[in-house]
């Protein structure tokens, strides 16, 4: 069971790992989470059975390296919540502080665990199966003492936090993040109690209580993995609907950039990290509507008058087709070098938010790529010419 848990944390941990690596150059907050996640991966990932052994042909204790992740993890854990807290703003010396205590648990677990070489077990039937000295209980306690602390600080700031959010997935994420940083808190406090009472000369069976214990923390992460998520899902949504509009508007942008390249605003930024959020595929969108509609004005001296009337009366009351019925025949003038008309056509006239140029360009886009608007171009242009 426990083992497909983790299978199932791994794979949640090192998608949200690559889906977020876009979201480092933003800012700080960003940063911190996609480090803390990345560490909770590698740590996961090096506690695997072959991992392990894979590790213990190059160190001499394998064992411990998931635990140092995990006090890393932990570190940019608390980074991320003075980073939404402000707490650092108020608290000047809390990055060398925090850097500071994280990097004395680090060197406090590597001194232990070379005073106790050999010693240390990492699950709990084997640790209680055998004395545990003051020193393999020290490391423990460190650690354990370290990370529930800081699983605790995240469970109440990530739930006061959510009072404050806007109701939605953000809140609902940062409730489900703090359920699990609770789960896991609860698991370090069982196992630090444990292997106390053990080191007190205490007997314990733990044949049973152990993997339901690892159960728990499992599940803990698996639930704080979906909480992180939670509030992404949105934003993905978001940037699904640009793309789609983007690509619905393609065939039309294509035509003005070929006839018209004057219009491009600047060139399209290709490095995959800078097209991957909102509000860089929204900037997309917003200039690809301008540089349609700066198409369309310089067209317009091309389109006659009446000429969307006859459009109508040959393609019915279409809004969309007949817009591009327009198009289609002042391209063709444009193209034969005709001279600009003196009385034009207008375009139609759309609401003055972006969403609804949006919408109405993505319509008549999809109209300019049926046959009609070709077909009414060529008509018009045998009339011209009879």
Same mark, same amino acid.
């Given at each position: ?8 944390? %791994? ?13 480092? !150059? ?56 003075? %980073? ?36 240390? @077990?990492? @699950? ?14 020290? /490391? &423990? ?16 700031? *990530? ?12 809140? /609902? ?9 609770? $789960? ?6 069982? @196992? ?24 728990? =923390? ?19 949504? $978001? ?6 509009? %983007? &690509?619905?508007?393609?065939?039309? &942008? ?5 006839? *018209?390249?004057?219009?491009? $605003? ?17 900037? =997309?969108? /917003? ?5 349609? =509609? ?52 207008? !375009? ?11 919408? !109405? ?6 109209? *300019? ?18």
């Amino acid at each position: 069971m426990n083992g497909a848990l983790t299978g199932i944390v %791994l794979v949640l941990l090192w998608g949200i790992v690559a889906v977020r690596l876009p979201t480092l !150059w933003r800012d700080a907050r960003r940063r911190a989470l996609w480090a803390t996640l990345s560490s909770l991966a590698l740590g996961r990932t090096a506690a695997t059975p072959g991992i392990t052994a894979l590790a213990g042909e190059l160190v001499p204790e394998p064992q411990i390296i998931p635990h140092l992740l995990a006090v890393v993890a932990a570190y940019f854990l608390l980074r991320l919540l003075s %980073l939404i807290t402000d707490y650092d703003t108020d608290h000047p010396r809390a990055i060398r502080g925090q850097l500071l205590l994280a990097a004395s648990v680090l060197a406090t677990l590597i001194i232990l665990t070379a005073a106790t070489p050999g010693d240390l @077990k990492t @699950k709990g039937t084997e640790l209680m199966s055998t004395a545990v000295g003051p020193t393999t209980a020290g /490391y &423990w306690v460190v650690l354990n003492a370290y990370l529930g602390a800081a699983l605790a600080v995240a469970t109440v700031l *990530f739930w006061r936090i959510a009072r404050s959010a806007p109701a939605g997935t953000l809140r /609902y994420g940062l409730r489900v993040i703090a359920t699990g940083t609770f $789960l896991i808190a609860l698991y370090v406090v069982m @196992k630090t109690a444990l292997i106390a009472a053990h080191s007190l000369g205490v007997t314990l069976s733990v044949d049973r209580l152990e993997p339901a214990a690892g159960a728990v =923390r499992t599940v803990g992460l698996i639930v704080g993995v979906i909480g992180t998520a939670m509030p992404a899902a949105g934003r993905l949504r $978001l940037i699904v609907h640009a793309y789609r509009r %983007l &690509w619905e508007l393609r065939p039309l &942008w294509q035509v003005m950039r070929r006839t *018209f390249p004057e219009v491009i $605003l600047f060139p399209r930024r290709r490095a995959p990290l800078e097209l991957a959020g909102v509000d860089e595929v929204r900037l =997309r969108l /917003y200039r690809r509507v301008i540089e349609i =509609r700066d198409g369309m004005l310089t067209l317009r001296d091309y389109l006659p008058a009446g000429t969307l009337a006859e459009a109508r009366r040959h393609v019915g009351d279409d809004p969309a087709l007949i817009e591009a019925c327009g198009i289609a025949y002042a391209l063709r003038r444009h193209r034969s070098g005709a001279e600009p008309t003196r009385n034009s056509d207008r !375009w139609a006239e759309i609401g003055g938010e972006v969403a609804d140029e949006v919408a !109405w360009l993505s319509e008549v886009s999809a109209a *300019f790529r049926r046959e009609e608007p070709a077909a009414f171009a060529h008509h018009q242009g045998e009339a011209a010419v009879r």
